[in-house]
């Protein structure tokens, strides 16, 4: 039965900071979540992090040292029955393909759910976690922190100053010399292992490159084509390197993912009707055609502005990024947006992400994405249907 959310997890009026647990004390949880919790409670009050599940004992012990004050515990169940009327929010860093069943769990103990990318490895996963957030009013919010990079926060103002026009084509290539290793005292390779991680260099970045290519064309895509590709097929079951076109309403998206590149390196170029921005890690071009001189056979020309951004791209933690990625999941409790943009857009890339390796099976062909999630207007009276067949 859904509670109101005016109950303990509810932030308007609250005069204490958000109560949250933390499930997976591996890489991203103890070098990017813990820091920016402990930096943001020394500075704000704002958050406490009471309690800590994770599967392996050496993580816990390193959880304990981190978090003196924190309770530790073996498994997110043990945790949630200890602790749930105690906490409003539970922090999901554990590998993707368990998401959803500790989402799942956290949210019938009526706790706001804070998730890493993906949300989840399947479509039927990601829908259910949307459907019961929305019937238990309560927060789903993914961790789409690349939106909070520095580099992203110039682009989003240039494009909405208006200097480049309406955006019509992007690229986004992200280069990795290696896939991400995950703590040594679990599975550091766990993300080459499709059983724990549902995919390769798609499922574990694909989500960033989706939800930046629908926030640069302003639309939601249509149809999608892609190929992965495996060198380490003799080791692993999850493909390096991957590639895709994404036919937009407004445009299209190209994008380029591998983990066997000579260099850590994102290069995105975002091109408007009027100019383009390019990006190769912190510096940034911004090309803008200049006005025509009269001459009808003029060939166009540009004027070209060079930024440098710090970006702390190397740091895979993103561990600067993450205080406005949180101040965004706080807004979204304070504003009861249970289900809101970015929770869609977690589930479109999981929609994407699927049909992406269908089309790769397929030998690249071009396969059409559900219309329902095209808006997040159709969406939301899509997940409204979703939540009153449930009840
Ligand atoms: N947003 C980003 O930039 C970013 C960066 C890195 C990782 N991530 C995401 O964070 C998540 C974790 O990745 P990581 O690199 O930190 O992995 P990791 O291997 O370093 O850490 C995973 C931790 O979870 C624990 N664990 C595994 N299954 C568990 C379970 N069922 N219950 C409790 N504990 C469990 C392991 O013992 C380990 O300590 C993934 O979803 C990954 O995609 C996001």
């Known amino acids: 039965m859904a509670r109101k959310s005016e109950s303990k997890g509810d ?52 959880a304990q040292q981190a978090l003196p004050s924190a309770r530790i515990y073996p498994d997110h169940r043990s ?59 309560r927060v789903l919010f993914p961790c789409h922190n690349y939106k909070h990079a520095g580099v992203v926060k110039a682009i989003r103002e240039i494009l909405s100053s208006g200097a480049i026009g309406r955006v019509q084509t992007v690229t986004l290539s992200t280069y990795r010399n290696t896939h991400a290793k995950g703590v040594a005292e679990w599975l550091p390779h766990w993300r080459r292992d499709r059983m724990l991680s549902g995919g390769g260099i798609a499922m574990d970045h694909g989500p960033h ?23 380490d097929s003799d080791r692993y079951d999850t493909e390096d390197s991957f590639t895709a076109t994404l036919t937009f309403p407004t445009g299209v998206a190209s994008s380029f ?67 406005s990625l949180f101040d965004e999941f706080k807004a979204a409790i304070d504003a009861d ?13 999981v929609q994407l992400i699927t049909t992406a390796y269908r089309s790769a099976a397929l030998g690249g062909r071009d396969l059409p994405l559900a219309t329902e999630f095209r808006s997040t207007e159709t969406a939301r009276a899509e997940l409204e249907s979703v939540r009153s067949d449930a009840e």
């Open 257 to 323: 993912l591998t983990w066997k590149a000579g260099v850590r390196k994102v290069i995105y170029t975002i091109h408007g009707d009027r100019g383009a921005i390019t990006v190769d890690d912190d510096d940034m071009q911004i090309s803008v055609v200049k006005p025509p001189n009269g001459d009808p056979t003029a060939s166009t020309k540009w004027t070209t502005e060079r930024r440098s951004i710090s970006s702390n791209w190397m740091d895979a933690s993103h561990v600067t990024w993450f205080r």
């Open 79 to 137: 945790l949630l029955a200890q602790e749930a009327g105690n906490l409003d929010f539970i922090d999901i860093s554990t590998p993707p393909t368990v998401h959803a069943r500790i989402a799942h769990d956290a949210l019938d103990r009526g706790l706001h759910v804070f998730c890493e990318k993906p949300l989840a490895t399947t479509l039927e996963d990601a829908r259910s976690m949307l459907a019961h957030a929305s019937r238990a009013r």
């Open 337 to 349: 947006d249970f289900v809101g943009k970015d929770a869609l857009e977690a589930y479109l890339a």
């Open 209 to 231: 490159t989706f939800y930046l290519a629908f926030e640069w064309l302003a639309s939601y895509p249509t149809s999608i084509s892609a190929r992965t590709i495996t060198v």
């Open 11 to 62: 932030a308007r009026g609250r005069n204490r900071p958000l109560r949250g647990a933390l499930v997976g004390y591996g890489f991203i949880s103890s070098q990017g979540h813990v820091p920016g919790y402990l930096q943001s409670a020394r500075e704000r009050g704002d958050v406490e992090i009471v309690a800590v599940a994770d599967m392996t004992e050496a993580r816990r012990l390193a």
